[in-house]
DNA sequence: AAAGAAGTAACTATTGAAATTACAACGGAT
DNA sequence: ATCCGTTGTAATTTCAATAGTTACTTCTTT
């Protein structure tokens, strides 16, 4: 199991919305030319941050504006924005464990707490990223390439 | 995007070998019957625990035996027999960024370092909680329902 | 009104999970 | 030595998700 590919997509679309934003038009077909994609693919990936409420997407003219400050989206937020899972829960239980069984009634309740402390640990380490961390670091290496 | 349920299911597996390991001959059968699926579900899983060195498997007479003491066996260790991931990682990054595209040629090496420490959170959290643990938070709570 | 770009529906291909049937291989009990 | 219960595993089916593509509609600026 792996988590979807949308979500280092996503964080590329931000690196190339901060990274040339002010420079050029940054059109999905502009991305899927980066990201070496279908521009449908990006489009849709836009279209959940937008429902996110973490950018704003300029119909027509093109364009994609962050709706908060870099520092004020984290890592954490784009997962959320284009990975929803089922029921808020990254592990999935077996559905229907006997309940004769005196295991089987009782393994949901014993594992819970363990399962949402291992969840919220990733998570957390995901809140400590930010895009703005993300825009500095890209702008440090690209600063390094200039100058060689 | 979660995680399979072979990892909750192989954890039901061990809480089942020692609740009742001692009283019944815990088969595939009896597994399948307690978790509520296939019994050919039951033996591919335990064929990866097998295969990861967590437990011996009888065939003929049927019966599970883990290899070294529960305190020993961590979430990580069930986690990593029954859950492969590609390459390692938990995330999948999209396979050819554009290398004319400063963005591009770098994302890949800007982002590694922050989604391995991600990654490394949840598995560390997951090596806290061990088959022990389980073991006796399961008798605890067996305890408590036949004190009512 | 025209042009450029996003939004989105519809379809296909590929992959993985889960379930099931069937049978071969093994090992203890008689 | 054979029988029987059990594991090991191959083959198949179903279902869902990802990813990609085409085609068309909707929107916005010029």
């Known amino acids: 199991m792996q988590i979807s590919s949308r979500f280092t997509i996503a964080l590329h679309i931000f690196s190339c919305v901060d990274t040339f934003g002010d420079e050029y038009k940054v059109t999905s077909d502009f991305l899927a030319s980066s990201i070496n994609t279908n521009p449908v693919?990006?489009?849709?990936?836009?279209?959940?941050?937008?429902?996110?409420?973490?950018?704003?997407?300029?119909?027509?003219?093109?364009?994609?504006?962050?709706?908060?400050?870099?520092?004020?989206?984290?890592?954490?937020?784009?997962?959320?924005?284009?990975?929803?899972?089922?029921?808020?829960?990254?592990?999935?239980?077996?559905?229907?464990?006997?309940?004769?069984?005196?295991?089987?009634?009782?393994?949901?309740?014993?594992?819970?707490?363990k399962l949402d402390a291992i969840q919220k640990a990733m998570e957390d380490e995901m809140r400590k990223y930010t895009i703005e961390d993300l825009h500095e670091g890209m702008e440090s290496i690209i600063a390094k390439e200039e100058s060689t």
């Open 41 to 113: 693919i990006i489009r849709r990936i836009l279209g959940q941050l937008r429902k996110a409420g973490l950018i704003n997407v300029a119909r027509g003219t093109g364009g994609i504006t962050p709706t908060r400050p870099l520092s004020e989206i984290t890592f954490y937020d784009v997962y959320k924005a284009v990975d929803p899972i089922e029921r808020g829960s990254l592990f999935h239980f077996h559905e229907n464990p006997n309940p004769e069984c005196p295991v089987g009634r009782n393994i949901h309740n014993l594992l819970n707490d």
